[in-house]
């Protein structure tokens, strides 16, 4: 396989178009070039990267250069009319259609481009050199749909995220055609893909260096961290330098060193109540011209908002938490409001028939009064319940349930910088009021699942945790004036 670097193209034969040339801008670095030269002798090749590691601009060169190239079609595949067929996946379409169809359409010369990309059947048909190239975009969510589909090459992107069912499923539509699988993503801790493509060729690099016979030899792996990648912009070591600090370590590790060291045990390990823990009676909190406390340390918040988790049985009984982020950026959890152990056949607190009825809705209004609250990020699982708040003419959102970031964000603000506690300042941006009693003893006791597959944590007792990163994810990735919230999505 000839690299896809920086090149003039012309087709060999072209029967109903003009012959055309162009040029492609592409400037790898050594291991975007040692990954596309593996494609001569492994028909599967993985990269696994930091962030911002420039892996989705070398998949899109891979691509490209199969779609102009057309390795193992032959002129009498074209002579029977079949296209060569390139399949492109991801986890969902929003990562297609944010990221890998606008980087594809950008490498792609409108010269050579034979049908532009059609929202419907998500494909782009270009002019290659023995015909035409059919490049789909899809989905990865549901491998079933891949089915029955024949393909030279596949680029599954963020692979990591992926069922273990679509890797098995790529492989199979490319037996019939000898096709290439390409796999670049950023690691996603110890999963399938640690247990089927990661250790597997670590064991192989053992036997290799014992003078034996590796098992996967179709297989070639690279990784390289963040900084490696030679097309960072100016000042993005400066930004990776601050994130080494404001990070935990695990987390800038696997992030940006594309680490795939596991998880164990605590789930927020920085956790401390001598460094997290402050005492309510010592603080007043002024919110918009309101004061609610009578401490001498005085704390002007910017805004206040809740999350809410909706709660099901005695285990899960339910919670309203309200946080509130200073004008220097802290964010404290100024109070919980928990509902009360339901019986066995009580709903959780859904909807007093009347205001003096306890109830979320009563709970919440009394919470807004009080805080000034101006967003409430829900569980988005019941889409009634929001709709039920929102009756009541409160700000309400369907919080982003994403896990794994939503619990980095948490722990980001978690995290302890230890010159700042030196020096007796700040060290932390996330703050629990003593009063919020079951948000310290959650945090205290959150762990990983033991015997998961992948990192999760126990699903116990969890409530205040999942409030908690309802609120400072959905906060944080969307802004005060972020993009409009999906009210009723579940």
Same mark, same amino acid.
């Given at each position: 396989?000839?690299?896809?670097?920086?090149?003039?193209?012309?087709?060999?034969?072209?029967? *109903?178009?003009?012959?055309?040339? %162009?040029? #492609?801008?592409?400037?790898? =670095? +050594?291991? /975007?070039?040692?990954?596309?030269? $593996?494609?001569?002798?492994?028909?599967?090749?993985?990269?696994?990267?930091?962030?911002?590691?420039?892996?989705?601009?070398?998949?899109?060169?891979?691509?490209?250069?199969?779609?102009?190239?057309?390795?193992?079609?032959?002129?009498?595949?074209?002579?029977?009319?079949?296209?060569?067929?390139?399949?492109?996946?991801?986890?969902?379409?929003?990562?297609?259609?944010?990221?890998?169809?606008?980087?594809?359409?950008?490498?792609?010369?409108?010269?050579?481009?034979?049908?532009?990309?059609?929202?419907?059947?998500?494909?782009?048909?270009?002019?290659? *050199?023995?015909?035409?190239?059919? %490049?789909? #975009?899809?989905?990865?969510? =549901? +491998?079933? /749909?891949?089915?029955?589909?024949? $393909?030279?090459?596949?680029?599954?992107?963020?692979?990591?995220?992926?069922?273990?069912?679509?890797?098995?499923?790529?492989?199979?539509?490319?037996?019939?055609?000898?096709?290439?699988?390409?796999?670049?993503?950023?690691?996603?801790?110890?999963?399938?893909?640690?247990?089927?493509?990661?250790?597997?060729?670590?064991?192989?690099?053992?036997?290799?260096?014992?003078?034996?016979?590796?098992?996967?030899?179709?297989?070639?792996?690279?990784?390289?961290?963040?900084?490696?990648?030679?097309?960072?912009?100016?000042?993005?070591?400066?930004?990776?330098? *601050?994130?080494?600090?404001?990070?935990?370590?695990?987390?800038?590790?696997?992030?940006?060193?594309?680490?795939?060291?596991?998880?164990?045990?605590?789930?927020?390990?920085?956790?401390?109540?001598?460094?997290?823990?402050?005492?309510?009676?010592?603080?007043?909190?002024?919110?918009?011209?309101?004061?609610?406390?009578?401490?001498?340390?005085?704390?002007?918040?910017?805004?206040?908002?809740?999350?809410?988790?909706?709660?099901?049985?005695?285990?899960?009984?339910?919670?309203?938490?309200?946080?509130?982020?200073?004008?220097?950026?802290?964010?404290?959890?100024?109070?919980?409001?928990?509902?009360?152990?339901?019986?066995?056949?009580?709903?959780?607190?859904?909807?007093?028939?009347?205001?003096?009825?306890?109830?979320?809705?009563?709970?919440?209004?009394?919470?807004?009064?009080?805080?000034?609250?101006?967003?409430?990020?829900?569980?988005?699982?019941?889409?009634?319940?929001?709709?039920?708040?929102?009756?009541?003419?409160?700000?309400?959102?369907?919080?982003?349930?994403?896990?794994?970031?939503?619990?980095?964000?948490?722990?980001?603000?978690?995290?302890?910088?230890?010159?700042?506690?030196?020096?007796?300042?700040?060290?932390?941006?996330?703050?629990?009021?003593?009063?919020?009693?079951?948000?310290?003893?959650?945090?205290?006791?959150?762990?990983?699942?033991?015997?998961?597959?992948?990192?999760?944590?126990?699903?116990?007792?969890?409530?205040?945790?999942?409030?908690?990163?309802?609120?400072?994810?959905?906060?944080?990735?969307?802004?005060?004036?972020?993009?409009?919230?999906?009210?009723?999505?579940?």
């Amino acid at each position: 396989m000839r690299a896809p670097f920086n090149r003039a193209f012309a087709p060999e034969r072209s029967r *109903r178009s003009p012959k055309v040339r %162009v040029r #492609f801008d592409y400037n790898p =670095f +050594p291991q /975007t070039i040692a990954l596309h030269q $593996a494609g001569a002798c492994f028909r599967e090749r993985v990269a696994v990267t930091g962030a911002r590691g420039g892996k989705t601009t070398a998949g899109v060169a891979d691509v490209r250069h199969h779609a102009l190239d057309q390795p193992g079609h032959d002129l009498e595949d074209v002579d029977r009319g079949e296209p060569y067929s390139i399949f492109i996946g991801a986890p969902d379409y929003p990562t297609v259609k944010r990221v890998i169809l606008p980087a594809f359409l950008r490498a792609i010369p409108q010269a050579i481009i034979a049908k532009p990309y059609h929202h419907t059947d998500h494909l782009v048909k270009i002019h290659g *050199r023995r015909g035409i190239t059919d %490049v789909y #975009f899809l989905t990865s969510k =549901f +491998p079933d /749909t891949w089915q029955g589909v024949k $393909a030279n090459f596949v680029w599954l992107d963020e692979f990591a995220r992926l069922k273990e069912q679509m890797y098995d499923e790529a492989r199979t539509r490319l037996m019939d055609r000898r096709g290439d699988l390409l796999l670049t993503s950023t690691p996603h801790g110890q999963n399938w893909v640690y247990d089927r493509i990661y250790k597997p060729w670590k064991d192989d690099q053992e036997r290799i260096k014992r003078g034996e016979e590796p098992k996967r030899k179709d297989l070639y792996f690279t990784t390289w961290r963040t900084i490696d990648n030679a097309r960072l912009t100016e000042g993005a070591s400066e930004e990776i330098e *601050r994130h080494r600090q404001t990070m935990p370590a695990k987390y800038f590790k696997r992030t940006y060193e594309a680490s795939w060291d596991a998880f164990e045990g605590q789930v927020y390990e920085e956790w401390s109540e001598q460094v997290h823990v402050a005492a309510a009676a010592d603080y007043m909190f002024i919110i918009s011209n309101r004061n609610v406390g009578k401490g001498k340390k005085v704390v002007r918040l910017a805004r206040t908002i809740a999350g809410v988790d909706w709660g099901s049985t005695k285990d899960h009984k339910g919670v309203i938490l309200v946080l509130g982020k200073s004008v220097q950026g802290i964010w404290y959890v100024l109070e919980e409001s928990v509902a009360p152990i339901p019986g066995e056949e009580e709903s959780i607190l859904i909807r007093g028939r009347t205001m003096l009825e306890d109830s979320w809705t009563r709970r919440a209004l009394e919470l807004r009064a009080k805080w000034r609250i101006d967003t409430f990020y829900c569980d988005p699982a019941a889409p009634a319940n929001l709709r039920m708040l929102r009756e009541a003419n409160l700000q309400v959102e369907a919080a982003l349930n994403a896990h794994a970031p939503g619990l980095q964000c948490v722990a980001r603000f978690l995290h302890v910088d230890d010159d700042a506690l030196a020096h007796g300042d700040s060290s932390t941006r996330l703050q629990v009021l003593d009063t919020c009693e079951t948000t310290i003893e959650e945090i205290r006791n959150y762990h990983w699942k033991d015997g998961s597959r992948k990192e999760e944590p126990e699903k116990v007792m969890d409530d205040t945790m999942d409030a908690l990163r309802y609120a400072l994810y959905t906060s944080e990735e969307r802004g005060v004036t972020g993009r409009k919230a999906n009210f009723d999505f579940a």
